[in-house]
């Protein structure tokens, strides 16, 4: 069975700090990790990435992806209050029957204090 | 296009009672995906329609649970004699086909049952 876990399941930081969560999965047929921010209601997408290496980058946000020992991590530099969030990290996977679906950790909730 | 659009946004019924949901999709997406959330979890994979055809289900899905996607269009999720169990967010989420690579998939703001 596909499994995603992330880590830290929580962090609270002052404003200013950065942040590294990290995420790490194992699946059989991988085809991309995506990043999601969650407030209240739907998560919003923050990257997908499909290549090993190389860094994504969004502003103050950037994800980058190791698929030989199969983790991703996502930076937040010079936080903000309005970047408190879960962050889920998902994977995309082809299953048995040859479809395309998402795979949840269950998130980290950061809380950035001001 | 707004999004994917899903109604109600709150639900409360009471156990035993049928409920039924509405996932409107961003227009151009033939694919669509039904996930359930509950508190401190991560979305769980339901179910996922190509167009009208249901490819893919979970074993999640129990008999009480159904969806349909008539003309490739909106879709609904029926849960029949509700449980407090169901209590949850129900997710719909839309992509287009062969393109994810870039945009991930877009999610509806979710269906919040709580079952009394």
């Known amino acids: 069975e596909d499994k995603v876990v992330q880590s830290p399941l929580s962090l609270v930081v002052h404003e200013g700090d950065t942040v590294t969560l990290n995420c790490s999965y194992e699946?059989?047929?991988?085809?991309?990790l995506l990043w999601y921010k969650q407030e209240k209601k739907a998560p919003t997408f923050l990257f997908m990435l499909?290549?090993?290496?190389i860094e994504k980058k969004s502003g103050r946000l950037s994800s980058i992806l190791d698929k030989k020992e199969l983790f991703s991590i996502l930076n937040i530099t010079a936080t903000q209050t309005g970047d408190s969030a879960v962050y889920l990290c998902a994977v995309a996977s082809v299953s048995n029957f040859g479809n395309e679906k998402l795979t949840f950790g269950t998130g980290t909730r950061l809380t950035i204090i001001p | 296009d707004t999004g994917v659009s899903q109604n109600p946004r709150h639900k409360i019924t009471k156990r035993g009672q049928n409920v039924t949901f509405r996932c409107d999709p961003i227009s151009e997406h033939n694919r669509l995906y039904w996930y359930r959330q509950t508190l401190g979890q991560g979305p769980e994979f339901l179910t996922y329609?190509?167009?009208?055809?249901?490819?893919?289900k979970s074993r999640l899905l129990s008999d009480r649970f159904s969806a349909e996607r008539p003309k490739g269009s909106f879709s609904t999720l029926e849960i029949q004699r509700t449980e407090q169990g169901d209590s949850a967010m129900y997710l719909c989420a839309s992509s287009p086909s062969g393109t994810t690579a870039n945009y991930g998939y877009t999610f509806g703001s979710g269906t919040r049952l709580t079952v009394v």
């Open positions: 499909t290549s090993s290496g």
């Open positions: 699946v059989t047929n991988f085809r991309s």
């Open positions: 329609f190509q167009n009208e055809a249901q490819l893919e």
